[in-house]
């Protein structure tokens, strides 16, 4: 525990100290952040109406209760200690596997700076804290691959995910995700299995059913948050011609003429949006969903300016206006299966390589990656020139194997299966994919770090060895 402790606080003031050098410790207002600051808790009616749930809220109730006057500096604080707990129950549990020391520096480094934190650290909103907090759900679980686990811990995993969902819903997929990671272990029996991943779905699975059923008390719609499908809609709508939208049932066709109506309109009234908006009748309204890009450039503007406001005229409450939303959202994807199809594919292709491209282009890893180039070219060198009883020397132990297996399911499937949970609804924007990618270059550089040191322990095996061989010659 203080080898714990003494990590903590060490990664908190690196932290700090980084961020208040490259000015990311100002706090920082987004068009998100009055959601969250403004949210009222007046009555049990006014918080299931909110399209945020209530965790980081209460964050910031907390935060303006101990700094009073600065609890949005407070909250940056806040984001970094949830960073450096992370980091360090990382490098501890890297540690643990038997991972070397300048591994473990390095992925709890590349942790520490990864792209949303960098981004998102002093913004007032959930990007930077959720993500923080779904990483220490990933190295719980990690655990559970090292060691045999019991109840209390598993319940411990439940209640982390539980927590990160109330932060960010966009983290609901961690739910199937930690369950599908647990029944993966292949050290114990079938049957135990099924009965850790039970225990590790309860807690968050009880505590979603229960939002939903006092938000079916309080505002009868049992969802999780009357936020999401106006995502979603500005999406499927632009899938279809504006006649397809206006032929869709009851009232339904009315919303979707409504819809048709603004974006053109909109288009006509200002020259900016022609490009984004104007969606009338095409000859073959398939080729709607060939082009991801056209789609995402277009969904800011048709989510705020076409679907909410064509919607709320209609149902000017919020929890109704959603349910509409809901609705038109299934009745277009039952209707139009394959062009949702293929969106979906194409958003998740997009999500993949641009969380890619952005961690390669962060400032830091940038430098690091060509670094990395240039070590792996020679350690290729000294590798070739040597003997082949060098080559054949040169393995990692079991106990290496073994983590970098656990780490390439782990960084591989959280990764997909975010990106795959958001592409459902909104395009897998940068922010979104960016946190999907958080493991990418922890994964990376223990896999560079560890296979670095099983070379030079095998090159330098190998180099005695041929000494010893040119002694005894020579003593012949």
């Not at 009880?206 to 009868?220: D, Y």
């Not at 322990?457 to 003593?475: E, P, R």
Request: aromatic residues 10%; charged residues 15%.
């Amino acid at each position: 525990m203080r080898r714990f402790l003494l990590t903590f606080l060490a990664a908190f003031f690196i932290l700090m100290g980084t961020c208040w050098a490259t000015n990311r410790f100002a706090p920082h207002l987004v068009p998100d952040s009055p959601s969250y600051t403004e949210y009222s808790f007046e009555s049990a009616e006014t918080v299931a109406s909110q399209i945020r749930t209530l965790g980081y809220p209460v964050l910031l109730r907390l935060s303006g209760i101990v700094g009073e006057r600065n609890a949005n500096q407070t909250m940056v604080l806040i984001h970094i200690a949830l960073q450096a707990m992370a980091v360090t129950l990382l490098a501890c549990e890297l540690r643990a596997w038997g991972a070397t020391r300048t591994a473990t520096i390095v992925a709890a480094a590349s942790l520490a700076i990864g792209c949303t934190f960098w981004d998102h650290v002093n913004t007032i909103a959930t990007d930077a804290p959720a993500m923080s907090l779904a990483v220490v759900v990933g190295v719980l679980l990690l655990r559970t691959y090292r060691v045999a686990s019991d109840g209390k811990w598993l319940a411990l995993i439940g209640t982390f995910t539980a927590v990160v969902i109330f932060i960010r819903p966009a983290y609901l997929v961690l739910i199937p995700w930690s369950v599908l990671i647990v029944l993966g272990r292949p050290s114990s029996l079938v049957s135990r299995r099924f009965v850790e991943a039970s225990m590790v779905a309860v807690v968050p699975v009880v505590m979603v059913l229960a939002w939903c059923g006092f938000r079916f008390a309080a505002v009868s719609d049992f969802g999780f948050l009357p936020f999401g499908h106006q995502n979603m809609a500005a999406v499927t709508t632009q899938l279809l011609d504006a006649d397809e939208l206006e032929s869709l049932p009851g009232d339904l066709g009315t919303l979707g003429a409504n819809i048709a109506d603004r974006r053109v309109e909109m288009a006509a009234a200002d020259r900016e949006y022609s490009d984004g908006l104007d969606l009338r009748p095409v000859p073959n309204a398939e080729q709607r969903a060939d082009s991801y890009t056209t789609i995402e450039n277009r969904w800011d503007a048709m989510t705020y300016m076409v679907v909410i406001p064509a919607a709320a005229e209609l149902e000017p409450d919020s929890v109704r206006q959603h349910q509409l939303l809901a609705r038109m959202d299934q009745t277009i994807v039952t209707q139009y299966p394959s062009r949702y199809a293929k969106w979906f594919a194409l958003a998740v292709r997009r999500g993949v390589w641009g969380s890619l491209a952005d961690t390669i282009m962060h400032p830091i890893f940038f430098g690091v990656a060509l670094l990395g180039i240039a070590s792996l070219c020679w350690g290729c060198w000294r590798l070739l020139s040597q003997s082949s009883e060098a080559t054949l020397a040169t393995r990692m132990n079991a106990g290496r194997w073994r983590l970098l297996a656990t780490l390439t399911v782990i960084t591989l499937s959280y990764w997909l299966s975010n990106i795959a949970f958001v592409a459902l609804t909104s395009p897998p924007i940068g922010r979104f994919s960016d946190a999907a990618a958080v493991w990418i270059p922890v994964w990376l550089t223990v896999v560079v770090a560890e296979g670095y040191a099983s070379f030079s322990i095998s090159l330098s095996n190998a180099s005695s060895s041929s000494g010893d061989k040119s002694d005894a010659s020579m003593s012949e």
